[in-house]
């Protein structure tokens, strides 16, 4: 007579001891819910990253807040804010939709003028 297995028998072949990760394509660019992750660099946001930028303003994004829960298709980011000349003015935590975030090109950073080095006296 055999043994009746419980409902929630798993055979022993089924246990990993391995720790079981997502697929590499998942977690590139995504989230589960399929909004875009934001990589560190220089955005304009608009209307389309949020409704409170009617004014558009251009940050740096220094990293992306993952900690926190959101609604699918919004983040929360934290930025420098900057100004014309795109040095930062500003930091804030932001919640923003990255689909509506626009990337911008900064041109490469100039030299500034050569700076002369005083001759030591000799001791």
Sequence with gaps: MSVPKPANFVPASRWTTHRVTQ???????????????????????????????????????????????????????EAYQLDARGDATDRRELFVRPDGMRPVRTPPATPGPARRVAARAAR
């Design 23 to 77: 697929p590499a394509a998942a977690t590139i660019g995504t989230r589960d819910d399929g909004t875009p992750r934001v990589a560190p660099g220089v955005y304009l946001l608009t209307r389309d990253a949020s409704p409170q930028f009617a004014k558009p303003i251009t940050v740096r994004v220094i990293r992306e807040r993952t900690d926190r829960h959101t609604y699918d298709g919004w983040t929360w980011i």
